[in-house]
Structures are given as C-alpha cells and as structure tokens.
C-alpha cells in the first residue's frame, strides 16, 4: 500500500480559531479519546480522507464500518448530486482515528482505500422530490483491517425516543484541541417521518455520514438505525432512516466480497471468521465475557409470539455475517421480552424467512432458526464485541493530519402524499458498477482509456483498470473498455 501525508489546510475559518470556540446554548457534544476510539463500537468508525493531486489526503467526512469490506456513509460523501458524477477523487478510511492529550493525531488500524464508491438511483436522480430520504452511500475495499473483527449492527424500521450519534466534525467543535478525534452526541427524536429523522443532536461539517444509534439493555447492546447527513438549525441533526426500501440493497453491500485476484494483487492475509458454532463455543469457554441475561430479556421460544417481528437486524459478528428478526412477547409495551429468529449464519442451513402468524412454529426445527434463550444470550454478547480479540495496535502510526470539510445539504421540506415505496436500487463506480468508468464521470470514453494505459504492464497493488482480473492490464482489458464505450448504463 502507498503510504500518504496526511496534511492539506483547505478551510480557512477551521484553521484560523484554535482553543474552544464559542458554544451554541444546546451544546451537548462530548469529545472521545484513544482509548475509548481504539475498542468497540467506537472502533468501527472511521474518518473518511480524499486524496489530493499532489497524493496528500484531506479529511472531510464520516463512515462506519458494516463488515470487513464495506463501510457506509452518505451519498453525498461519495456522489456530486449536484454535478451528477461521483467522486473524481480517490476516498481513503481511518477508523478510530484520534488525537491524544499531546496534540498527536494517531491512527491505530491503518488506512484503505475505497475500491467501489456506490449510492442509490434515488439520490442521483435529480427530479426525486426529498433527497434527504435517500442520502446514503457506500465504500467497498480489498485488504480488511486485521484487527477489527465485529462491525455495526443495523437495525430497520425501528420508531426510537432518543438516539446517539459519533463521527469526526471538523467545524464549529466546542474545543479546536479535539479536532480529529471522535465527538459523540445524543438527543431526543424532534421528528420522525416514514425515512427521516430529526434529533436534538447538533450535527455541524465534518459529521456526515455518521452513525445514529439507539443503546439497549442497559447501553449494553448498539443499533444503528440511521445515517446523520444534515441539520435544519444550530442545535439539530437529521438524516435518512434505515427502512425496509433500503434494506436489500445495504444487505447486498454487506456481503460483498473481493474477488481472489484482487485479494492476492493487494496482499491480503487469509482472515478467517468464526461459524455460529463457534461462536457459542467462545462463549461456552469464556462465560465471563456473556452479557448479563436478566438485561437482555430474551426468553425461549416455547409458544408462538404474538404477532410479526418487531425489529430486524444484521451484522457482522467476527467476520460471520448474521440476520435475524425479533419478536415482542408483550407487544407495544417498554422492556417487553423478546424472542430470537436467526436468518443467516455462518454454516447454517437457515430457512430465511420470518415466522408470521398463521404459518408452521416449530422451535425444535435448525432450519426455522429459533433461538433458545441461551444461544441468543452468546449471539448478542458477540454484537457487543465481546468475543473479539485484545487490539494491539499493530498497524498504529503517528500522523499529520489537517482538514476540509463538505458542506451539508439543506434538508429541504419534507414531501407530502405517499413516499415512494419501491425498494432502492444500487448504482456506483468501481470494479462492480461500469467497471470501465475509472474517473467515474458516468461515461467510459477517453479519460478512462488514458487511466488504463498510464498503467499499462503488471499490477502493482490494486489497478482498478484490471477489468479481466488477470493481473495485468493489457489487450483483453483494452478491449473490454472498448466494448464499454459510451455512457454508462443505468
């Protein structure tokens, strides 16, 4: 991997204050450190940097990692919807970035640079009537980070009181000595509509594309349910909701993969994940690191819930990618108890779909994927990361690192009517989306042909111009661009 400076001041009124800069009266943000930046959830947060054209990168935003290869953002993170193309730029991750009391930024996990930057049609679209609904995008990548092992959980269709939310703002912070490291901020809803929420959180540049959470059973267990990518005054956040309309498409993201070429071009290491089975052996042998089971309220599953799930959700627990619904015992009221279904799991054979009322309950079934109350117990002590390894900080480093920030879109007025129902739809640039389009402008034509033949030979590294993944860009690529000539196809 290339190694970059990360040093480029590019806003004039963020380098000109230093100290603490005056507070707004709703100011409730709290600044993390590196101790708290290097464990999970916090861990899986990262900084998001553009690399300059002199090679130096600037950071500019927020991203939170999904699994060992993709992490999610906003659109407007990765897509110009304004000038309808994405990104010329390359987009490169930090997670768990921070600044130590003695002014020295440090990164403890490396650095990786995005492979696939993708959105949905709806934010490229320019005639959809409320792109904040729809303001999400992704960052696919090759090499994982070794030491991180458990990625957000993300929860969808969830109605909370109250949210928290972390991220790496680079304007108007209460203490310009915190720049770089984490701030966290919590509030109650102000305004749910049906894919976007409104908190008392302020959200300022800097913080797109962070992560909005609720905490349960106690601040034991993380839901991601949204994405923070705006703010209507100096006290609020808001953002698109995680919904059922952009389930399949984050889903699909999650389980991405890169292809062996690419992996052996980058020089992964091989990383294998832990089975479903192995994650209760963890536990089994480890009953110390289990959550607390009176907190977790799950029971077994003896007789048919009530009514449909309540909640669903997916993760990646020790690179094992997981989905499962739960279930109210006592529905709509605070704290009920909860049964369990798992979906998917590492080397499960798992039927896939929730139980709904009227349909075949049989616990005793492995396919139907019930979960005894203890199982659910380990299940939900990995979601928390207690099941992955001590961080040793192996690819720790100082660096140098200054700032620009994007602006955040207006929110604009909320639609009236009926929201449009039909689920998102992906699109993007990289090796997955118009694999040709390398400047990402939308059309394969000259400025790509120039990017293949500058680099022209054996891959060094990733070369995203590789389009037949033999490891060498040559004929067959040449050719494969020609075929691909014109604008891109939607």
Same mark, same amino acid.
């Not at 906003?74 to 730029?89: A, P």
């Not at 970035?97 to 490229?124: M, V």
């Given at each position: 991997?290339?190694?970059?400076? &990360?040093?480029?001041? /590019?806003?004039?009124?963020?380098?000109?204050?230093?100290?603490?800069?005056?507070?707004? *009266?709703?100011?409730?943000?709290?600044?993390?450190?590196?101790?708290?930046?290097? !464990?999970?959830?916090? @861990?899986?947060?990262?900084?998001?940097?553009?690399?300059?054209?002199?090679?130096?990168?600037?950071?500019?935003?927020?991203?939170?990692?999904?699994?060992?290869? /993709?992490?999610?953002?906003?659109?407007?993170?990765?897509?110009?919807?304004?000038? =309808?193309? #994405?990104?010329?730029?390359?987009?490169?991750?930090?997670?768990?970035?921070?600044?130590?009391?003695?002014?020295?930024?440090?990164?403890?996990?490396?650095?990786?640079?995005?492979?696939?930057?993708?959105?949905?049609?709806?934010?490229?679209?320019?005639?959809?009537?409320?792109?904040?609904?729809?303001?999400?995008?992704?960052?696919?990548?090759?090499?994982?980070?070794?030491?991180?092992?458990?990625?957000?959980?993300?929860?969808?269709?969830? %109605?909370?009181?109250?949210?928290?939310?972390?991220?790496?703002?680079?304007?108007?912070?209460?203490?310009?000595?915190?720049?770089?490291?984490?701030?966290?901020?919590?509030?109650?809803?102000?305004?749910?509509?049906?894919?976007?929420?409104?908190?008392?959180?302020?959200?300022?540049?800097?913080?797109?594309?962070?992560?909005?959470?609720?905490?349960?059973?106690?601040?034991?267990?993380?839901?991601?349910?949204? #994405? @923070?990518?705006?703010?209507?005054?100096? /006290?609020?956040?808001?953002?698109?909701?995680?919904?059922?309309?952009?389930?399949?498409?984050?889903?699909?993201?999650?389980?991405?993969?890169?292809?062996?070429?690419?992996?052996?071009?980058?020089?992964?290491?091989?990383?294998?994940?832990?089975?479903?089975?192995?994650?209760?052996?963890?536990?089994?042998?480890?009953?110390?690191?289990?959550?607390?089971?009176?907190?977790?309220?799950?029971?077994? $599953?003896?007789?048919? +819930?009530?009514?449909?799930?309540?909640?669903?959700?997916?993760?990646?627990?020790?690179?094992?990618?997981?989905?499962?619904?739960?279930?109210?015992?006592?529905?709509?009221?605070?704290?009920?108890?909860?049964?369990?279904?798992?979906?998917?799991?590492?080397?499960?054979?798992?039927?896939?779909? $929730?139980?709904?009322?009227?349909?075949?309950?049989?616990?005793?079934? %492995?396919?139907?994927?019930?979960?005894?109350?203890?199982?659910?117990?380990?299940?939900?002590?990995?979601?928390?990361?207690?099941? %992955? $390894?001590?961080?040793?900080?192996?690819?720790?480093?100082?660096?140098?690192?200054?700032?620009?920030?994007?602006?955040? *879109?207006?929110?604009?007025?909320?639609?009236?009517? @009926? *929201? @449009?129902?039909?689920?998102?739809?992906?699109?993007?640039?990289?090796?997955?989306?118009?694999?040709?389009?390398?400047?990402?402008?939308?059309?394969?034509?000259?400025?790509?042909?120039?990017?293949? &033949?500058? %680099?022209?030979?054996?891959? =060094?590294?990733?070369?995203?111009?590789? &389009?037949?993944?033999?490891?060498? !860009?040559?004929?067959?690529?040449?050719?494969?661009?020609?075929?691909?000539?014109? +604008?891109?196809?939607?």
């Amino acid at each position: 991997m290339t190694t970059k400076r &990360l040093a480029v001041p /590019c806003i004039a009124s963020l380098l000109a204050v230093s100290g603490a800069v005056a507070q707004t *009266p709703c100011e409730e943000r709290v600044a993390s450190d590196c101790f708290y930046s290097g !464990i999970y959830p916090f @861990n899986a947060i990262t900084q998001l940097f553009v690399e300059q054209d002199d090679g130096d990168l600037a950071a500019y935003g927020t991203g939170f990692l999904v699994s060992q290869h /993709c992490a999610l953002t906003n659109g407007h993170c990765v897509y110009k919807r304004g000038e =309808q193309h #994405f990104f010329y730029k390359d987009i490169w991750m930090m997670p768990g970035a921070c600044r130590s009391a003695s002014g020295l930024s440090f990164n403890l996990f490396g650095i990786r640079e995005a492979l696939i930057k993708g959105t949905n049609t709806k934010w490229t679209d320019l005639s959809y009537d409320w792109e904040t609904e729809v303001d999400y995008g992704s960052l696919r990548f090759v090499c994982p980070f070794e030491e991180l092992t458990t990625f957000l959980p993300l929860c969808f269709d969830v %109605s909370p009181s109250s949210v928290h939310m972390a991220g790496y703002p680079l304007e108007e912070i209460p203490d310009t000595a915190d720049l770089f490291n984490q701030w966290i901020a919590y509030g109650d809803i102000i305004t749910q509509w049906s894919r976007v929420l409104r908190y008392e959180a302020r959200s300022t540049g800097g913080a797109s594309g962070s992560p909005v959470w609720r905490w349960r059973s106690g601040q034991s267990l993380l839901e991601v349910i949204g #994405f @923070n990518s705006t703010h209507w005054d100096s /006290c609020d956040g808001g953002g698109p909701r995680l919904v059922s309309q952009n389930m399949d498409l984050i889903r699909g993201w999650m389980l991405w993969e890169p292809s062996s070429a690419q992996r052996s071009a980058a020089g992964c290491p091989p990383i294998p994940g832990l089975s479903l089975a192995g994650l209760i052996g963890f536990f089994e042998a480890n009953p110390g690191k289990l959550l607390d089971a009176q907190g977790l309220g799950i029971v077994d $599953p003896i007789a048919p +819930p009530p009514t449909g799930p309540s909640r669903r959700i997916m993760q990646v627990i020790e690179r094992g990618f997981y989905e499962w619904v739960e279930f109210d015992v006592q529905p709509g009221q605070p704290g009920s108890l909860r049964m369990m279904q798992l979906l998917k799991a590492p080397g499960v054979d798992l039927i896939g779909t $929730p139980w709904t009322p009227g349909t075949p309950f049989n616990p005793q079934s %492995s396919q139907q994927g019930w979960m005894s109350a203890a199982k659910a117990r380990a299940l939900l002590s990995g979601s928390a990361g207690r099941a %992955s $390894p001590p961080i040793t900080g192996v690819r720790k480093r100082i660096v140098d690192a200054q700032a620009i920030a994007l602006v955040q *879109p207006e929110p604009g007025t909320p639609p009236t009517g @009926n *929201p @449009n129902p039909t689920p998102d739809v992906p699109t993007g640039v990289g090796s997955a989306f118009c694999a040709a389009d390398f400047d990402g402008d939308g059309l394969v034509a000259g400025g790509d042909m120039a990017i293949m &033949l500058g %680099s022209w030979g054996p891959c =060094q590294g990733p070369c995203v111009a590789d &389009l037949d993944e033999d490891l060498v !860009i040559s004929g067959g690529d040449l050719a494969l661009l020609i075929a691909a000539w014109g +604008p891109c196809a939607p």
